[in-house]
């Protein structure tokens, strides 16, 4: 069994800037592609940014040129730098990802907990 922890959230003034790290723990074999997804009251959640376990990156528009998805395998962690933050941002974020057990044990799907983002205007 593993277990995704993410952390990094909190209050923040438009502009300002976090770091969320999402640090995958247990029986690891490999780790898949790691994403981060976030939930707005009232909305459906969305992918916000993909990293692919040879380091490829993809990103939703919104987010374009503000979040920066790195991971560090050694590590077993995803991180989401995210700059010039804005109101609209304002989300619980969740790390997503894949993982087996051994090299060939199915993979299984894993979420964190969540953690709360708010950027005040």
């Known amino acids: 069994q593993a277990q995704l922890v993410e952390s990094g959230g909190g209050l923040v003034q438009a502009g300002g800037s976090l770091r969320l790290s999402c640090a995958a723990s247990g029986s690891i074999f490999s780790i898949n592609a790691m994403h981060w997804y976030r939930q707005a009251p009232g909305k459906q959640r969305e992918l916000v940014a993909t990293?692919?376990?040879?380091?490829?990156?993809n990103y939703a528009d919104s987010v374009k040129g503000r979040f920066t998805i790195s991971r560090d395998n050694a590590k077993n962690t995803a991180y989401l730098q995210m700059n010039s933050l804005k109101p609209e941002d304002t989300a619980v974020y969740y790390c997503?990802?894949?993982?087996?057990?051994?090299?060939?044990?199915?993979?299984?799907?894993?979420w964190g907990q969540g953690t709360q983002v708010t950027v005040s205007s």
């Open positions: 997503y990802t894949k993982i087996r057990r051994t090299k060939l044990a199915p993979w299984v799907d894993y």
């Open positions: 990293i692919t376990s040879d380091a490829s990156t």
